[in-house]
């Protein structure tokens, strides 16, 4: 789409009115959605309504089809559930009630309908879409209204915690789902380990696993039950053999987690109160069931489900804009970390074969049909000679560090590889801090539990070489930052002048800042942002009995202005100020008015996010002392250093499964490049795609060669050159209402569907 084209969209929403509803079960995020659409749609010039009480409130019509302005969404980003209501309306369901919801919509001249629901709300979408010219035939007014509202356009948010929905990696409501999940998880393995117990958990997913596969992969549980991949006969057996090992190693505690529609390979279901009382018959261990049910759906909404709903709302309103009669219903995706728009009904229609292929007992079919992303299929080229790795954190502490440590040394040792723990980063190479390590119960813990440096190699690549030789190492597995990935760089840079150093070396990155070359994301950032939002709510909420008060918020990241862009997206911050979009001291004075303005219009407050090294001169303390000096009278001013909180705490479901997968990613490589590169008894690698980055790139597993990345990397400012998420920011300030130029925001592409998609998915 042009820039012209992008221009004239602004100006299209003028005397158009849209509405947005949520219906079905509510998911976190919904809310966050809600003002997206609304704040978008008032941006770009549109009449905005919200439909109160889901498809019922548009059936009835009055009170719940109201008017709304900016402030009708204000602070509602971080709240659960639905702030507009949701509700199962069996009127909708008939003719009768489609013709009373489209009077009520020709009413206020709503032509343009935003539906936020599972699949069930959006096909009822689409049918109200095709049958709205013989609806409006049906009513008294049928020729004024027919003439002025002939065609309506709809676009549908997929809202659902069980992430069921084909075509987009996830739905609204799934990660914040995971969130609810692993809290309970962490809280009942204290206990379950206090008093050598075994704990079935059964989470929701009536017909999807991905609940409890993903919260498996996260708590490093004992046995899974989902419906897409019932156990063989005699699985009774092999569970109890796997529980009994489990405690012979020393284990104090079993996990066996079930998603609520788990059923045996004769579909005959499995229930958790069974699998509690097979244990204790079988192994007489103390067992309990504990069933989590509606609590998946409550509390607040995570990050990632907040920038999530966002993102995709505001394209939402971009896809209404642009909508013809010809233009066929969509629904708003996630494809990597890009919206996209996808064909709405055959989204619908491939979700729906699924369930037809597991009633028909076509698992491996239904598997494939959701794209095939949820199952782990591990590969691996075995070594004839038995060889040694050895596994290292480097840079700051970052969460899924260990959980990245831990599958990768559990997968290495089961393939006959030696794995040596290396303690305190390259300092530690150097030292010979090598030995084993136990990781158990790794996955869920932050931090770095090998200890890590920023130290570099370059100043001890004597003693590192003769570390490699001692302890004859065959591969190197470095999990951490930028430090991390300068450091594998300086290691290849140095292969001319050792031998030793030709095997295959493996970046897993790992840091807060998100700053690592050849990656969209790093083990780290989506807890950081989630801690450093939690912050922010936090602190926004301290003012709720204070009125007219701005908040000054220092993130960390370094030079990298990814934590406070995201974090500020996820908390409706009025403005994120980072080293890559430069700014100067009348944009800091524009700042003040525009929060200015908003405040004499009844808002009680204001968050402005700072990153650490935006600016050398205008420092947190500037900022706040600006603001302080040019709201006086109207406002006052408070300020917020983050710090190391963003780097502590337990890891996010993300950061636990995205270690986990690339860990097992990460040995599968090395395998592969270990055996192509054996000769003469010993490995010798020494091509440039031997020592690589392990990056997610839109919605694929890459490795890139480091000497490749230089070229993109600014080593000065320690980060890349081009950072995807920088185009996120103009939709940072238009939902903060700044007026902008609607050029820099990128729409998002169409996609067409691909039954059998062998692409790794962004985020499970």
Not at 515 to 530: C, I, Y
Not at 655 to 661: S, V
Request: with cysteine.
């Amino acid at each position: 789409m042009s820039s012209i084209d992008l221009e004239k969209l602004k100006m299209t929403g003028a005397g158009r009115a849209m509405a947005v509803l949520t219906s079905g079960g509510d998911a976190q995020g919904m809310n966050a959605a809600v003002r997206a659409v609304t704040r978008m749609g008032i941006y770009v010039g549109a009449k905005v309504y919200l439909i109160y009480e889901g498809y019922q409130g548009m059936v009835d019509g009055g009170d719940n089809i109201k008017l709304a302005n900016w402030q009708s969404v204000s602070n509602i980003i971080q709240q659960g559930g639905t702030a507009i209501g949701s509700a199962r309306c069996k009127a909708f369901t008939t003719r009768e009630g489609r013709i009373a919801a489209a009077f009520n919509l020709v009413k206020k001249g709503i032509t343009n309908l935003c539906v936020c629901g599972g699949d069930g709300s959006l096909t009822g979408a689409n049918i109200f879409r095709c049958e709205w010219s013989s609806l409006l035939d049906e009513l008294v007014q049928k020729d004024t209204l027919a003439k002025q509202h002939a065609h309506l356009n709809i676009v549908g948010l997929v809202g659902s915690i069980d992430n069921d929905f084909c075509g987009t990696d996830m739905t609204i409501g799934a990660d914040s789902a995971l969130h609810r999940i692993m809290e309970i998880i962490d809280a009942i393995m204290t206990t379950a380990q206090s008093h050598q117990r075994t704990f079935v958990l059964e989470v929701m997913g009536r017909h999807c696993g991905y609940l409890a596969l993903v919260s498996a992969l996260a708590s490093g549980a004992d046995w899974l039950f989902i419906p897409e991949a019932p156990p063989q006969e005699g699985w009774e057996d092999r569970m109890c053999d796997r529980l009994e090992g489990s405690r012979t190693t020393g284990s104090r505690l079993n996990i066996i987690i079930i998603a609520e529609g788990a059923i045996d390979i004769n579909g005959k279901p499995i229930s958790s109160t069974y699998v509690k009382d097979l244990v204790v018959q079988r192994l007489g261990y103390d067992t309990r069931v504990t069933v989590l049910g509606h609590v998946q759906r409550g509390g607040t909404p995570s990050a990632f489900d907040r920038i999530l709903s966002s993102k995709l709302g505001v394209e939402a309103v971009v896809a209404l804009m642009e909508a013809t009669p010809d233009t066929p219903p969509c629904a708003i995706g996630l494809s990597g970390n890009q919206a996209v728009r996808l064909p709405l009904m055959e989204c619908v229609e491939m979700t729906k074969l699924v369930q037809i292929a597991m009633d028909e007992k076509r698992f491996e079919e239904a598997i494939k049909l959701r794209g095939g992303h949820h199952y782990i299929k591990i590969k691996m080229s075995l070594m004839y000679s038995k060889v040694s790795l050895a596994v290292l954190n480097v840079g700051a502490p970052a969460a899924g560090m260990n959980a990245a440590v831990r599958s990768a040394v559990r997968l290495a040792l089961t393939h006959g590889q030696k794995v040596y723990a290396v303690h305190d980063g390259f300092q530690g190479l150097a030292d010979g801090k090598m030995e084993w390590h136990s990781v158990a119960g790794w996955t869920g813990q932050g931090g770095s539990l090998l200890g890590t440096k920023r130290t570099l190699p370059e100043k001890h690549m004597e003693k590192i070489v003769e570390t490699i030789s001692k302890f004859n190492i065959s591969a190197l597995l470095v999990i951490g930052g930028f430090e991390g990935y300068a450091g594998v760089l300086q290691l290849f840079e140095a292969r001319g002048r050792y031998d030793e150093l030709c095997i295959p070396m493996c970046l897993i990155p790992a840091t807060v800042s998100n700053n690592v070359p050849g990656t969209d994301f790093s083990l780290g950032a989506d807890t950081a942002v989630n801690a450093a939002m939690e912050g922010c709510d936090k602190i926004k909420q301290s003012a709720s009995g204070t009125k007219r008060r701005v908040f000054v918020v220092e993130t960390m990241g370094g030079f990298c202005g990814y934590l406070a862009t995201c974090t500020g997206i996820a908390v409706g911050a009025d403005a994120a100020y980072i080293f890559e979009d430069p700014f100067n001291i009348q944009d800091l004075k524009t700042n003040v008015d525009h929060l200015t303005e908003k405040m004499k219009k009844d808002v009680q407050r204001g968050l402005v996010l700072r990153n650490e090294k935006c600016h050398e001169n205008y420092t947190t303390d500037f900022i706040h002392r600006l603001y302080s000096s040019e709201g006086k009278g109207i406002f006052d001013c408070r300020v917020n250093v983050l710090g190391h909180l963003q780097q502590g705490g337990a890891p996010s479901p993300f950061d636990r499964n995205f270690g986990t997968k690339l860990g097992v990613r990460a040995i599968q490589w090395i395998s592969e490049r270990m055996t192509e590169n054996f000769r003469q008894g010993r490995v010798f690698a020494n091509s440039p795609s031997t020592a690589c980055v392990l990056g997610l790139n839109r919605k694929v597993i890459s490795f890139s060669p480091v000497t490749e990345l230089k070229a993109v990397t600014d080593f000065e400012h320690r980060m890349p050159r081009v950072q995807w998420w920088f185009n996120l920011r103009p939709m940072l300030r238009m939902l903060a209402r700044y007026q902008t130029s609607f050029c820099e925001y990128v729409p998002g592409e169409i996609e067409h569907m691909c039954v059998y998609n062998p692409c790794y998915p962004a985020l499970l």
